[in-house]
Nanobody
Framework: QVQLVESGGGLVQPGGSLRLSCAASGSIGMFNDIGWSRQAPGKQRELVAVIRSGGNINYADSVKGRFTISGDNAKNTVDLQMNSLKPEDTAVYYC?????????????WGQGTQVTVSS
């Protein structure tokens, strides 16, 4: 059973920083892609940042230059460093990744961690 466990959310003032961490139950190298999505109240879930097989990294336009995603193969973790946070970054952040299973590709999700940017 693949498990993804997030940590590091919380309350931060505008302009501040937070670092989210996602611990995977297995090697992150086994994922076709792994990264972070978020969902704000009343909005659809959206991709924030993702590491794809082969090492390519993609960011949402809204976070480019402010957020950095990184993977640690030794620790099986994927972190999201968030700087210059804005109120519109407030959301539940979900670690997620796609792996191949006996039934085909499947996306696995963590339980989510709340990030609130407010003064």
């Amino acid at each position: 059973q693949v498990q993804l466990v997030e940590s590091g959310g919380g309350l931060v003032q505008p302009g501040g920083s937070l670092r989210l961490s996602c611990a995977a139950s297995g090697s992150i190298g086994m994922f076709n892609d792994i990264g972070w999505s978020r969902q704000a109240p009343g909005k659809q879930r959206e991709l924030v940042a993702v590491i794809r097989s082969g090492g390519n990294i993609n960011y949402a336009d809204s976070v480019k230059g402010r957020f950095t995603i990184s993977g640690d193969n030794a620790k099986n973790t994927v972190d999201l460093q968030m700087n210059s946070l804005k109120p519109e970054d407030t959301a539940v952040y979900y670690c997620n990744g796609e792996r191949n299973t006996a039934w085909g590709p499947r996306r696995f999700w963590g339980q989510g961690t709340q990030v609130t940017v407010s003064s």
